[in-house]
């Protein structure tokens, strides 16, 4: 299984972005994926998470009511819409599928918040 995070970039405080995760090696659909990031200095925290069948969604509190996550099965892809992005916001993005039995992470993508 790889995962390919892309969609980071710098923007100023106020704005959008969309990471998406690329999944790539066997079954999408027996995945749940999450989102977690990591500020400079910081351990790697939750984000957001969907499930496997798209019915059920997670977020931390910090980015409630800014973020969505969400997946596209026929691409294998899941996104994080990003919006009224905060400086605190600012660090790399890291995607993790799950299943029940094995896991994996994929390489981060950085998002920078900053005027």
Known sequence: VQLQ????????PG???T???AFSGRSFTI??????????GKE?????????SG????????????FTISRDN???????QMNNLKPEDTGVYYCK????????WGQGTQVTVSS
């Open 44 to 52: 790697r925290e939750f984000a957001a998470a969907i499930s496997a």
């Open 97 to 104: 599928s799950r299943s029940t039995r094995d896991e994996y």
């Open 74 to 80: 026929a691409k294998n892809t899941v996104y994080l």
């Open 19 to 21: 990471p998406s995760c």
């Open 15 to 17: 704005d959008a972005l």
């Open 5 to 12: 995070a892309s969609g980071g970039g710098l923007v100023q």
């Open 31 to 40: 995945y749940s994926v999450g989102w977690f990031r990591q500020a400079p």
């Open 55 to 66: 019915n059920s969604l997670y977020y931390a509190d910090s980015v409630k009511g800014r």
